[in-house]
T-cell receptor, first 117, second 109 residues
Framework: EPEVTQTPSHQVTQMGQEVILRCVPISNHLYFYWYRQILGQKVEFLVSFYNNEISEKSEIFDDQFSVERPDGSNFTLKIRSTKLEDSAMYFC???????????????FGPGTRLTVT | RKEVEQDPGPFNVPEGATVAFNCTYSNSASQSFFWYRQDCRKEPKLLMSVYSSGNEDGRFTAQLNRASQYISLLIRDSKLSDSATYLCVVSSGNTPLVFGKGTRLSVIA
């Protein structure tokens, strides 16, 4: 069964450093997302990406965040200068587009646990 | 007002029991509804989409009440492996998913 993959599974970084989280969405999916989950809290939307551009972003997704699809398979989230409060689990998700219709079911990767010290 | 509200639980039930979770949502424009399950420190996994007519998948039954803006999930014949957090999720078309905080279920032998 196809699945979303993410690397690394755990990243420890110092405050102020840049991190890049990587995702490989399911191959026939065209809509991609990043979510985060701070420990003990709910899953929160960060950004959605379609047709090589951001389609929507939340207020969490400020100038410190960026996304990119550098090639045909990877989808990355960059945090330029990490803060302590960026410590969270970051999930990548993707959804399929069938013809002109978008199926709204999103499938999540296993996540990257980011720890900022 | 919280967008998606769930009773956090925990619900502690014996194996074989039937358990039901409810969830309410505030955005009347919501069009898509889902239940995900999340195991500790793992990703949310899609359990089922929820359709207006209600739907069943094995031991799991989901219902949607648009007028009252609530969604329910019924689990029959609970198994130990059903122990997880159940996330109620809504979206308005192809917009980001909005998650509830989840309801914890522990199925006890």
């Amino acid at each position: 069964e196809p699945e979303v993959t993410q690397t690394p599974s755990h990243q420890v970084t110092q405050m102020g450093q840049e991190v890049i989280l990587r995702c490989v969405p399911i191959s026939n999916h065209l809509y991609f997302y990043w979510y985060r989950q701070i420990l003990g809290q709910k899953v929160e939307f960060l950004v959605s990406f379609y047709n090589n551009e951001i389609s929507e972003k939340s207020e969490i997704f400020d100038d410190q965040f960026s996304v990119e699809r550098p090639d045909g398979s990877n989808f990355t989230l960059k945090i330029r200068s990490t803060k302590l409060e960026d410590s969270a689990m970051y999930f990548c998700a993707s959804s399929e587009i069938v013809g002109a219709a978008i199926t709204y079911e999103q499938y999540f990767g296993p996540g990257t646990r980011l720890t900022v010290t | 007002r919280k967008e998606v509200e769930q009773d956090p639980g925990p619900f502690n039930v014996p194996e074989g029991a039937t358990v039901a979770f409810n969830c309410t949502y505030s955005n009347s424009a919501s069009q898509s509804f889902f239940w995900y399950r999340q195991d500790c420190r793992k990703e949310p996994k899609l359990l089922m989409s929820v359709y207006s007519s209600g739907n069943e998948d094995g031991r799991f039954t989901a219902q949607l009440n648009r007028a009252s803006q609530y969604i329910s999930l019924l689990i029959r014949d609970s198994k130990l492996s059903d122990s997880a957090t159940y996330l109620c999720v809504v979206s308005s078309g192809n917009t980001p998913l909005v998650f509830g905080k989840g309801t914890r279920l522990s199925v006890i032998a």
